[in-house]
C-alpha cells in the first residue's frame, strides 16, 4: 500500500481550492480519439471496477505505484540497500533483482538511485493549478479544432472534487470538457460533476447484469441508472465498447445495447477494439494477467461488429 501522504487530498480535509489534488498517471496531449477535436487527457488513477481485460492495470489503484522493467535492470544492486522497507532482494547466485510487493510501499526510493532507469512510479501527485497550466499551452488547438480537456482513468469519478475542480476551470476559460466514465459512481457524485460537463463518454461492457459482474466485479444495475440520469440532464452522450472476444461481443449482448440505445434516444457508439498492448504492465507491476492467451479480433471480426450495430441504425466509429 502507499503511505496516506501519497493519497489524493480531499475539499473535505478544508483545503482550497487552488489546493485540490489528484493522482494522475498520464496527461496525453494532441488525444484524438478521447472526443471531438485536438484535446488533452488528463489520466487519474483509481478504479472501482476490476474488468479482467483491463489495459491500464496501474491506472486501479489511487496512489503511484512502482513499474520494475527487468529487462533495463543491469543488476547493479544500487536500490537494495535503500529501500526503507527491505523489500527489494539480491540473489547472489544468478544476480536476479526481485521486489517483495507486500513490502513495498512505492515511496519511489529505489527509482531515484537506478542509473537504467528501470524503475519508475507510475502516478504522482498533482494540482489543479498544475494540471491547468498544461492544459492551457493548447488552447489555440482547442479553438481551431473544436477540442478541449478529457478526464480519464482508472474512473475519473473516484476523484471528484479534483474533476469537478479541473472542469470548473476548464469552463471558465471557454475549454470544451469531457467526462469519460465507467459509469459506476454516487448519482449525487455523478449529478455535481455533470454541471461542469459538455460530454460523455460512457463506458458498457456488458448489458447482461450477472456477466458484467463476473467481468468486472459489479452488477450494472447503477451504472445503466446513472446512465438514464445523464440523458435525462440532456448532457450529449457516446457509448463507448470496449471491444471483448468471446466476452462481451455477442449478437445477442450488442443487440440488447442497440435496443436501449433505441430507447434512450442516443445514436452515436465507438467500438474500441481489444488489444494487446497491456499484457507488459502487468510484468511490470508483478501481478498476474488472467487474458494472458487472449487474442484481438481481426479487422474483418471488427467491421462485421460494427456492421452490425449500424443495421440498427446506430452511428458506429471505431477507436
Excluded at 4 to 26: Q, R, V
Excluded at 32 to 47: A, E, H, Q
Aim: proline residues 5%; glycine residues 8%; hydrophobic residues 35%.
Amino acid at each position: 500500500m502507499a503511505d496516506s501522504k501519497n493519497l489524493p487530498l480531499s475539499k473535505s480535509a478544508g483545503i482550497k481550492d487552488s489546493d485540490i489534488t489528484g493522482c494522475i498517471f498520464n496527461i496525453e496531449r494532441f488525444a484524438t480519439r478521447d472526443g471531438p477535436g485536438i484535446r488533452t487527457t488528463v489520466f487519474l488513477k483509481g478504479c472501482p471496477l476490476r474488468c479482467l481485460w483491463c489495459s491500464n492495470p496501474e491506472s486501479i489503484r489511487p496512489y503511484p505505484q512502482l513499474f520494475f522493467f527487468e529487462n533495463l535492470c543491469q543488476r547493479c544492486g544500487r536500490c537494495v540497500p535503500v529501500c526503507p522497507n527491505s523489500a527489494i532482494s539480491a540473489d547472489l547466485n544468478n544476480g536476479s533483482i526481485s521486489i517483495d510487493r507486500t513490502l513495498c510501499n512505492n515511496c519511489g526510493t529505489c527509482v531515484e538511485v537506478c542509473p537504467a532507469k528501470a524503475r519508475e512510479l507510475s502516478g504522482k501527485i498533482m494540482t489543479v493549478d498544475r494540471v491547468m497550466e498544461e492544459v492551457k499551452e493548447d488552447t489555440i488547438f482547442y479553438q481551431n479544432s473544436g477540442g478541449g480537456v478529457t478526464v480519464s482513468g482508472g474512473e475519473p469519478t473516484q476523484q471528484p472534487e479534483f474533476v469537478m475542480e479541473l472542469f470548473r476551470r476548464c469552463r471558465d476559460a471557454v475549454i470544451h470538457t469531457c467526462l469519460d466514465t465507467c459509469g459506476f459512481v454516487k448519482p449525487e457524485v455523478l449529478e455535481h460533476i455533470l454541471d461542469y460537463t459538455n460530454l460523455v463518454l460512457f463506458d458498457n461492457k456488458h448489458m447482461d447484469p450477472v456477466k458484467h459482474k463476473e467481468l468486472t466485479g459489479v452488477n450494472n444495475e447503477l451504472i445503466l441508472n446513472n446512465l438514464r440520469t445523464i440523458v435525462r440532464r440532456g448532457t450529449p452522450v457516446i457509448i463507448r465498447v470496449p471491444l471483448i472476444p468471446n466476452y462481451n461481443d455477442s449478437e445477442e449482448n450488442l443487440g440488447a445495447l442497440a435496443n436501449l440505445m433505441h430507447e434512450l434516444g442516443l445514436k452515436r457508439i465507438d467500438l474500441l477494439p481489444y488489444h494487446e498492448f497491456g499484457k507488459s504492465k502487468y510484468q511490470r507491476l508483478g501481478i498476474e494477467y488472467t487474458l494472458a492467451s487472449l487474442k484481438s479480433h481481426t479487422e474483418e471480426e471488427v467491421e462485421q461488429k460494427k456492421s452490425l450495430l449500424e443495421s440498427f441504425g446506430l452511428h458506429v466509429g471505431i477507436g
